[in-house]
């Protein structure tokens, strides 16, 4: 048995690296490095060569983290991690306690330090991870995060109860602390979009009038959603086409025209680039031979819509409503 293999079994006492790596949002190689430069390993070995982390151990890799999440070089964080604590009155300051849940609290309410300022609240403990590698633009830990997190959860829950809360809170950062962290949110963004396509199927094959479109209104730039929503469908074997950002009126009515969709989702963020009269017109479309005339139906998605509601348009209040609207929609 190699040492890589016992580094990651669960026999003995103490967390394993694999288990401290998952709890504080890195990639094990990450810990080991840590361990092997600047000298952060565990205090103490069993068996020889089986690795165990105490509370103490993960409470400075805890430290460790949340001085390279706010910009302090990994060297210099290491250096003040391992420099005594100053003193006060009463003695020396005491080691910060575990990261065990306390009693009666479930595992996915976990508090750290290493991300408070992002006020995650009460969510899972992958949102913990995920915002701690987004903090120290840790490509590697945050790509592998958010592959496990899509893979044990489905795209659906991922989204809802771990990617979404971690971007909403990133976004909270950024729109209280000025032109702080606007790097963070672009970095999380992109490596969610990047995992996103990874993790999605192909493509299902086009149906004839069973295709989704999905777009977002013109001056529309938020297309995680959409995203997120194409990777579901695909997920499901339906048809979609999705055509990213602001797409421009004239190109929005020649896309339906030339496809001819059985749904048609118009994504706004904002209030200010929803347009009822915009989802109204391509709702009135028709296309197809005299007689047997075609129109799509129109899902307007998204906050921006709030207060924009068009009368008869389904306007779905979430991920999995909007896949649900589309599968009663969509000829099997």
Not at 33 to 49: C, S, V
Not at 284 to 292: D, K, N, P, S, T
Request: charged share 20%.
């Amino acid at each position: 048995m190699t040492a890589d293999r016992n580094d990651e079994d669960g026999r003995g006492g103490g967390l394993t690296t694999g288990e401290v790596a998952r709890r504080l949002g890195v990639a094990p190689t990450t810990v080991r490095t840590w361990d092997r430069r600047y000298g952060l390993g565990p205090d103490a070995h069993t068996g020889g060569t089986h690795r165990r982390w105490t509370p103490a151990d993960v409470a400075r890799l805890e430290r460790m983290c949340a001085l390279t999440a706010t910009g302090v070089p990994p060297a210099e964080a290491a250096r003040m991690v391992k420099s005594p604590e100053p003193p006060t009155p009463d003695g020396p300051v005491p080691v910060a306690p575990p990261i065990a849940a306390p009693p009666g609290r479930p595992a996915a309410s976990r508090r750290s330090r290493a991300h408070a300022g992002l006020r995650l609240g009460d969510v899972r403990q992958e949102c913990k991870g995920i915002a701690r590698a987004a903090l120290r633009l840790d490509a590697a830990a945050l790509e592998d995060l958010l592959a496990t997190a899509i893979e044990a959860h489905g795209l659906i829950t991922a989204w809802t109860e771990v990617l979404m809360p971690t971007l909403q809170a990133v976004g909270r950062k950024w729109e209280n602390s000025g032109e702080r962290y606007v790097e963070v949110e672009h970095f999380l963004s992109w490596h969610v979009s990047g995992a996103l396509r990874r993790c999605a199927p192909p493509v299902a094959a086009d149906r004839p009038g069973a295709t989704t479109m999905l777009a977002c209104v013109p001056g529309e730039n938020h297309t995680l959603p959409l995203e997120v929503l194409a990777a579901a469908l695909a997920e499901r074997q339906l048809p979609v086409r999705m055509f990213g950002a602001a797409l421009p009126v004239d190109s929005l009515v020649a896309a339906v025209r030339r496809t001819g969709p059985a749904v048609v989702g118009l994504w706004a963020q904002s209030r200010t680039t929803a347009s009822r009269p915009l989802a109204e017109h391509v709702a009135a479309m028709e296309w197809g031979v005299r007689g047997a005339r075609r129109k799509a139906v129109v899902m307007t998605l998204g906050p921006g819509w709030a207060g924009h509601a068009v009368p008869g348009l389904p306007r779905p209040r979430g991920l999995a409503e909007a896949v649900a609207a589309v599968e009663s929609l969509v000829p099997g």
